[in-house]
């Protein structure tokens, strides 16, 4: 048996096959984007999903930029790894 554990990654540790699916999304504009919200706060009974855009939509793209968070973290060697 799986635990969720072991099936959610930790904040920050996204695969690099989401993070490559969600550059995709991101290029496709923000009516794509609003209709995938949607569709997980639906599918998910998510009821507090416009809080929590708002939340994104409040922060400060300087302080992001500064603080390195408007692109993906590098990504450790295949070396690092082993």
């Given amino acids: 048996m799986t635990s969720i554990a072991t099936t959610i990654p930790a904040p920050g540790q996204h695969s690099v096959e989401r993070r490559r699916l969600a550059t995709a999304v991101h290029r496709l504009g923000p009516r794509v984007m609003v209709e995938l919200l949607d569709e997980i706060a639906r599918a998910y009974c998510i009821p ?35």
Avoid: K
């Avoid at 929590?52 to 930029?65: G, I, T």
């Fill in 48 to 82: 507090d999903i416009d809080d929590r855009l708002e939340r994104y939509a409040d922060a400060d793209p300087a302080v992001l930029r500064a603080l390195g968070g408007l692109d993906w973290p590098p990504l450790p060697s295949p070396r690092e790894v082993a």
